[in-house]
């Protein structure tokens, strides 16, 4: 908590249950994942809420907003440098956390000054796979 008190986030405590919520986790949660997550232990708490936290916290960095699949947003509360992997079928999404020395050749930056990069890897996961494989 003492995180958020550093950069002048409001603690209450829906919002500590959303900041608890996203601590450590790997399954980059939709806000309607957390809204439903956090509404068991905060009945009263409304799905704006948590949206303005998810934005607050994306715009002091502590997360970052992944736009993988196009029906929701996705959160992770990784900021470390990293690429995904995502599920074609169920749009489950795990961290790559190899460092891929790609460069843009000069002739093909149109002038950006390039200040990173994302690498997102698709497939099937072993669950969606399985079931697949049951199905024939």
């Known amino acids: 908590m003492e995180r958020y008190r550093k950069i002048n986030l409001k603690l209450t405590p829906q919002r500590m249950a959303i900041f608890d919520y996203l601590d450590g986790n790997?399954?980059?949660?939709?806000?309607?994942?957390?809204?439903?997550?956090?509404?068991k232990k905060f009945p009263t708490t409304s799905f704006a809420t948590v949206y303005k936290t998810l934005e607050a916290l994306k715009k002091k960095g502590q997360i970052h907003e992944l736009t993988i699949d196009e029906s929701r947003r996705r959160y992770d509360p990784d900021t470390n440098y990293h690429h995904h992997?995502?599920?074609?079928?169920?749009?489950?999404?795990?961290?790559?956390?190899?460092?891929?020395?790609i460069t843009i050749p000069d002739d093909q930056k149109y002038s950006y000054d390039v200040i990173g990069n994302h690498?997102?890897?698709?497939?099937?996961?072993?669950k969606c796979r399985d079931n697949h494989d049951s199905q024939k």
């Open 119 to 126: 690498i997102q890897f698709f497939g099937v996961c072993p």
């Open 26 to 39: 790997k399954a980059h949660p939709s806000a309607e994942q957390i809204y439903r997550g956090i509404r």
């Open 85 to 101: 992997l995502i599920c074609l079928d169920c749009k489950s999404i795990v961290d790559v956390n190899i460092d891929f020395n």
